[in-house]
């Protein structure tokens, strides 16, 4: 299987700040990569597919890049909203997610 | 745009099996996959496996090859997923879900399983 790490496993900030969290698989899998933030008691929101393309509805402010083995989620400006946990998941082989970055208040 | 519903908790003994049925409306439910991904109290996202209804293809996480079983029931638009040799650390959130290529758009609403003696 397909090994995924995200860091930091805590990131604190405050509201305006610019957070980036990154994601590296143990193998390359050429962009298949996926973001998705969820809020306690709620299932998963899709962000972004295929490493950089945002979702419908989902704010500009967040972004993705990154290939092979190595991806990034930046928001660029961090609102009140978006304090949660973040998940990368990559989808070239099978599927394996990773272990989560929760976003919390500085 | 497909809606998933979800079966409702329970609770299993240590070595037994539990089976989530997951129903879909809106929608077609042969076009795409259904992966199952649990959560344990507190922790993160867990991919277990999928299916293909159109194809009945299952793929499986090696972590539950052999433990966890997939199917589908198009008659009446409905997932499951059965697993089995229960114990503690089975206890989590089951979500369905559906999207496209292993991209995850929709979710069901959870089903709790707790194992315990």
């Known amino acids: 299987d397909i090994q995924m790490t995200q860091s930091p496993s805590t990131l604190s900030a405050s509201v305006g700040d610019r957070v980036t969290i990154t994601c590296r698989a143990s193998?390359?899998?050429?962009?298949?990569l996926a973001w998705y933030q969820q809020k306690p008691g709620k299932a998963p929101k899709l962000l972004i597919q295929?490493?950089?393309n945002l979702e419908s509805g989902v704010p500009s402010r967040f972004s993705g890049s990154g290939s092979e083995t190595e991806f990034t989620l930046t928001i660029s400006s961090l609102q009140p909203d978006d304090f949660a946990t973040y998940y990368c998941?990559?989808?070239?082989?099978?599927?394996?997610f990773g272990p989560g970055t929760k976003v919390d208040f500085k | 745009q497909v809606q998933l519903v979800q079966s409702g908790a329970e609770v299993k003994k240590p070595g037994s099996s539990v089976k989530v049925s997951c129903k879909a409306s809106?929608?077609?439910?042969?076009?795409?996959?259904i992966p199952w991904v649990r959560q344990a109290p507190g922790q993160g996202l867990e991919w277990m496996g999928a299916?293909?209804?159109?194809?009945?293809?299952?793929i499986y996480a090696q972590k539950f090859e052999g433990r966890v079983t997939i199917t589908t029931d198009e008659s009446t638009t409905t997932a499951y997923m059965e697993l089995s040799s229960l114990r503690s650390n089975d206890t989590a959130i089951y979500y369905c879900?559906?999207?496209?290529?292993?991209?995850?758009?929709?979710w069901g609403q959870g089903t709790l399983v707790s194992v315990s003696s």
């Open positions: 299916i293909i209804p159109r194809t009945g293809t299952t």
């Open positions: 998941q990559q989808y070239h082989t099978y599927s394996t």
């Open positions: 193998q390359s899998i050429n962009g298949w």
């Open positions: 879900a559906t999207g496209s290529r292993g991209v995850i758009n929709m």
């Open positions: 295929k490493a950089s």
């Open positions: 809106g929608g077609p439910f042969t076009s795409y996959g």
